[in-house]
């Protein structure tokens, strides 16, 4: 005789849907780099201009809590994924309430973030996230590794992005998508970081958001 326990069941369906989100996340973040390998980092005031350019998503720079749940905001998320830099938002904090209030909320694509608190957190709310690394040294680019390997981020953002020499480096060592960026302001420049293997590159000048 086979007993069915509703708990046990419960708790498999649980697993089964979280580990269908992860793989989701991780196919349709690498979907959406593929469609075109230019990120739009914009200005609140400039959303909607990224929105309207050929950059497969947006990563918002700043911006005021509030300014999130206009309906303008709110409509342009829905035309093309945006992406939210948590560090930089006004009222926003880097722990799990916050992650839920986007998820919940704000609904974003996703997150960037250098805080590894904030990564884990908004994983478990179901957003993707992007971690941010800053590249000064060896040292640096060995404790990146390390939190990133521990935080399983959906994709990574290396700063600066003027130094595409270490992007096979971390390809090699994580796996992950590797977003540019950081002090890259010409075409040659995007094209440097593509040839080292950069998945896409994240622009801040808008100049080139339609390369």
């Known amino acids: 005789m086979c007993y069915y326990d509703p708990l046990l069941f419960i708790i498999w369906l649980t697993m089964l849907d979280a580990t269908m989100k992860e793989e989701g996340s991780h196919m349709n973040i690498r979907e959406m780099l593929q469609t075109h390998p230019i990120i739009a980092a914009a200005e609140h005031d400039h959303v909607a201009l990224a929105v309207r350019s050929k950059a497969c998503a947006v990563l918002l720079m700043h911006g005021k809590i509030t300014s999130l749940l206009e309906t303008e905001f709110q409509e342009l998320r829905k035309q093309k994924p945006v992406f939210i830099h948590t560090d930089l938002v006004k009222g926003l904090s ?116 339609n390369l």
Do not use: C, Y
């Not at 700063?159 to 090699?172: L, V």
């Not at 960026?181 to 808008?206: F, N």
């Open 94 to 209: 880097n722990d799990k309430e916050a992650a839920a209030f986007l998820a919940g909320h704000v609904q974003p694509a996703g997150i960037v973030s250098t805080k590894s608190a904030t990564i884990r957190a908004a994983k478990k709310e179901g957003l993707l996230t992007i971690q941010r690394v800053f590249l000064i040294d060896t040292g640096s680019f060995q404790t990146a590794i390390r939190s990133i390997k521990e935080n399983e981020p959906d994709a990574i953002e290396i700063m600066p992005g003027i130094a595409p020499s270490i992007i096979p480096a971390f390809q090699e060592q994580t796996g992950l998508p590797i977003i540019a960026a950081g002090l890259i302001s010409t075409p040659e420049q995007v094209e440097e970081a593509m040839k080292a293997g950069a998945d896409a590159v994240s622009l801040s000048r808008s100049e080139l958001w």
